[in-house]
């Protein structure tokens, strides 16, 4: 009897878990197979297929011996993503608010920079920052109030009340207020969420274009943020550029940041991404085709709610180029500091002295350097200059200066050559036989082949004596820089063959070099006519001894004399040495080349070079280079600028005599006279030929 009790229970107990058991099968068939449960019923939940960019690795930027100038550091950034942030305003305003809270939370205030609000409301009313306004981000502000049925008067600004509404129905549109105007915000946080938002319209925020809300964050505060799994939260890496030489070829290396409104077009047929980093000036620039590389592209599949359900890469990102420069940084660490060096002693000279305009004044100058073989460019200094790593903190400073640390003078400015310009002159005399090696011509003082306009040597005034400088040929000329044997010698040439000789020479001309440059002013007949002007007779004489129109940049200068040497062959400047990929494997690599030519005789190239190598020798510049360790070429030349103002200084020089490496120029703006601007020139020597390179 009892056991047939127990075998009832037994019988009970093991149909009602049969019969759980086949519930519980049935409603997972229902949901896994058959069915839908109440989310899948909906279009929300249908999968949503989007790609993210991978942003490649940019290229580091090295020196000729393989020194990194620019590298990367790697950081974190929280953004917001359009396609998966909900889209009613209330919560959305909810995740920009814990996100900025809980960054404010964990000590990361400087994680978060709270955008620009054009918006001033005092007492009831409203007024725009007019400043804000001229901003590309304030005339989209224009076209949003304007779509917003809010147009601005023809004058371009908006009548009080109308701004009022338009600023009210801003706050409507960010869910800040209700329809009945009542604040839905405290006072703080309104502020805050009204100038994000904002920024976020202005930046174009949408599925295309995602907003950055936190730079450099730490892992810890990622993981704090998303342990909510906030929907529309992401977090990319970004790569930081490094300068390991701060404050060392500044005007050289540039900048990057974001692709402004006027370049988006020409990036994106380039296949840019919108919010990509690309060169803004500089080699940075002048390189971005090798230092950009290839994003790569992230495929994310989410349901309706941003719940990612698969995400995988489906294009791998190739990293940039390295990009190695031609010049040596230890070379261009001493040329910037041999010249703001110079600069100062120049300054300090003049202003010891009871002359006045003797070099007190100066200021500012430019100091290049080239190869004598290939034009490849050893080093660029430009002085005043600045701290790339700290431009963003000093650039309101740096637009103030009346300085202008920003211009690179050394390939921007444009000087007058003074009596630099001689050698060149010689030259074509010598080549065109209007005068031989041994031709003697008597300086007489004051010129007076032209009854309009006689010029006098510099010598024959009251500071020397009204002296002269007698019978001199084409090597004492130039020795003692002669301009009433350049006068003669420059009528008979003629300013058409001076031009011709000069703009093989490269003078007026592009150097080459992968930088923004200016190309200068050969004075002429046809730069008179392109200005409506008229070539006198007289003016020749001027341009002979390197005055009347001409500018020219100091890396012109440069690669003006590296012609001369090499028998009237001009090599193009280049700063780029080489490119290599991530594994170190070259994949270009830069040749020497002649961009143009003009046929100078050996014996012409021997005569300039043995008149330079007397200027450093015996003649203006032998108090420089007095007892110097090798023989060197020379030549000094100075060039009034105004009667307010002390004349500007130029020299120029290359080493060895026997066999030249390197041809340098330095100009130094106000410096009195050419000779003192040699003291840079011979410092920069001191290092290439005798520090080994190191420091």
């Given amino acids: 009897m009892h056991k047939r009790e127990h075998l009832v229970r037994y019988v009970c107990l093991a149909g009602f878990f049969c019969i759980v058991c086949l519930i519980f099968i049935a409603r997972l068939v229902s949901i896994q197979i058959a069915g839908q449960d109440y989310y899948t019923e909906t279009s929300r939940t249908k999968p949503y297929t989007r790609t993210e960019i991978i942003q490649a690795q940019r290229g580091n930027i090295y020196d000729c011996n393989g020194k990194a100038l620019i590298s990367n550091a790697f950081s974190y950034n929280i953004y917001l993503d359009a396609g998966s942030l909900p889209r009613d305003a209330q919560k959305r305003n909810d995740i920009l608010l814990t996100v900025v809270g809980t960054a404010k939370q ?122 909510g799994s906030t929907r529309g939260i992401r977090v990319s890496s970004e790569t930081e550029r490094v300068y390991n030489y701060p404050g060392t070829a500044s005007h050289i290396l540039g900048r990057v940041g974001r692709i402004t409104e006027k370049e988006a077009e020409y990036y994106k047929e380039l296949g840019y991404s919108m919010d990509a980093i690309v060169g803004v000036d500089g080699a940075e620039k002048a390189f971005e085709q090798y230092l950009h590389g290839v994003d790569g592209e992230l495929t994310i599949v989410e349901d309706g709610y941003g719940n990612i359900l698969e995400q995988y890469v489906s294009r791998e990102p190739v990293a940039g180029q390295h990009v190695y420069l031609t010049i040596d940084v230890e070379l261009q660490k001493a040329a910037e500091k041999a010249l703001a060096d110079n600069i100062a002693m120049i300054a300090e000279k003049g202003a010891a002295t009871d002359t006045p305009l003797d070099g007190e004044d100066a200021n500012a100058g430019a100091l290049t350097a080239v190869d004598a073989k290939t034009g490849a460019v050893l080093a660029i200094a430009s002085y005043p200059t600045y701290d790339l790593s700290q431009f963003s903190e000093t650039y309101a400073d740096l637009i103030q200066d009346e300085n202008s640390p920003l211009f690179n003078r050394a390939l921007e400015g444009t000087y007058a050559p003074g009596s630099t310009f001689k050698p060149g002159v010689a030259a074509a005399a010598l080549q065109e036989g209007i005068i031989t090696p041994y031709s003697e011509i008597q300086d007489l003082g004051q010129y007076t082949y032209y009854t309009d306009y006689q010029p006098k040597c510099w010598i024959y005034s009251p500071r020397y004596g009204k002296r002269t400088h007698g019978y001199v040929n084409v090597s004492e000329a130039l020795q003692v820089s002669c301009n009433y044997f350049f006068y003669e010698v420059g009528r008979q040439l003629t300013i058409t063959k001076i031009d011709e000789y000069c703009e093989k020479y490269g003078l007026g001309q592009p150097t080459g070099i992968e930088l923004s440059e200016k190309t200068g002013i050969l004075a002429g007949p046809k730069y008179r006519e392109e200005n409506g002007k008229i070539w006198y007779d007289g003016d020749t004489l001027q341009a002979a001894i390197g005055q009347s129109d001409h500018l020219f940049t100091p890396l012109q200068i440069n690669m003006y004399i590296t012609t001369l040497l090499a028998g009237g062959n001009r090599p193009n400047a280049h700063i780029l040495k080489e490119t290599r990929d991530y594994f170190g494997d070259v994949l270009y690599e830069a040749q020497p080349e002649v961009v143009d030519s003009i046929h100078l005789d050996d014996l012409v190239v021997r005569t300039i070079q043995n008149a330079m190598k007397d200027v450093t020798e015996n003649g203006s510049a032998a108090r420089v280079f007095v007892n110097y360790p090798i023989a060197i070429g020379g030549k000094t030349g100075t060039a009034q600028v105004s009667e307010n103002s002390s004349d500007n200084a130029t020299f120029i020089a290359f080493a060895p005599f026997d066999d030249p490496q390197i041809v340098a120029t330095c100009v130094i703006e106000h410096g009195a006279n050419g000779t003192d601007a040699g003291f840079a020139v011979r410092d920069l020597f001191n290092h290439y030929f005798f520090s080994g390179g190191e420091e």
């Fill in 106 to 227: 964990y000590g990361k205030e400087e994680s978060f920079s709270m955008p620009e609000n054009p918006f001033t409301v005092k007492g009831g009313n409203v007024t725009l920052n007019s400043a804000f306004m001229e901003t590309v981000y304030g005339r989209r502000l224009t076209k949003l109030l304007r779509d917003l049925n809010f147009p601005p008067q023809d004058d371009g600004t908006w009548e009080e009340e109308k701004l009022a509404d338009g600023y009210n129905a801003l706050q409507l549109r960010y869910g800040l207020i209700d329809s009945d105007g009542d604040a839905l915000y405290n006072k703080e946080d309104a502020a805050l969420l009204f100038a994000l938002r904002l920024d976020m319209e202005l930046h174009n925020f949408s599925a295309a274009e995602p907003y950055t809300i936190l730079t450099d964050v730490s892992v810890e505060l990622i993981s704090r943020i998303l342990e």
